[in-house]
């Protein structure tokens, strides 16, 4: 069995609403909602959902860059909810991340070859011409020219940029990456060569992600396992290849309806939610997706909070109410 690198337990992170010249607190938006998972060390999780569910929000938090509201995050045992500032230093080197702009992510008034020396410098791992060295190694690793060291972020292309961000993110040799979203703002033909980078590069380094996107396509294509994110919660995890042709939860069934099949003969029967996604601030009763299912257990789904659970001990995990595993303790009843 793989070792887990990461283990996230009922992460939870709230915005306050605050209103009048005091500035009282009315309300919370639930970007993330009591929210469980593992990574095992080597794996790549796809994290896939609506814009706005909490998928970045989530990313952020396991590194700390915005600091949960609560729940634990072990990465390799150590709970770093609970570290201070040296330990984040420390725990830094082993988990990084790449942003989805790869343009407003890097400082605009140094080099390539600068900001990745930088970081270098601030981590204590090489100076001088060793760090030299390295950056060059990481800007081949990558697919760059050493010559690009010397160039500014304003000097390159989309694809390139991002080529840089993850040259700057494999800078400290880390054990595990947040991928959010980091070929959506690119050209189809430039997505593909960054995922095989990526791909290349975990076969390699051993890397471990956390792939968020929107693109269910992708996800596929890169991913062992997907969850499937639906206002601050998730909703269904799974083995990649079981969640696609096994898909549980009705709101997982909605998004794998809208993916483009590429052959034209054949069709797949789309599936239309009613309804607006209801706001996080103000978020529904019983299980959050019922206003808009189209397979709603009346007197039930409005009024019963469903569990993420395993269906028959399998690794498939859902949340919904059509499933008994799903079911909490009968007198459980959430507001």
Known sequence: MSEILLDVQNLKKYFPIKRGLLSKTVGNVKAVDDVSFQIKKGETLGLVGESGCGKTTIGRTLLRLIEPTG??????????TAFGPQELKRIRKDMQIIFQDPYSSLNPRMTVGGMITEILKYHEISEGAEAEK????????VGLSRLHARRYPHEFSGGQRQRIGIARALSVEPKFIVCDEPVSALDVSIQSQIINLLQ???????LTYLFISHDL???EHISDRVAVMYL???VEISDCN????NTK?????????AVPIPDPKQKRKRIILTGDVPSPANVPTGCYFHPRCPKIIKGECEHVRPLLAKLNQSSHEVKCLLYPESWPTKDVKAA
Do not use: C, N, T, W
């Open 232 to 234: 601050g919660q998730i």
């Open 134 to 141: 390295r950056v060059m190694y990481l800007l081949e690793k």
């Open 71 to 80: 729940g634990v995050v072990k990465f390799e045992g150590q709970d770093i």
């Open 249 to 257: 939860h009705p709101y997982s069934e909605a998004l794998l309806s």
């Open 242 to 245: 079981e969640l696609y042709a």
């Open 200 to 206: 290349d590069l975990q076969k390699e380094l051993g």
């Open 217 to 219: 396509s992708v996800v």
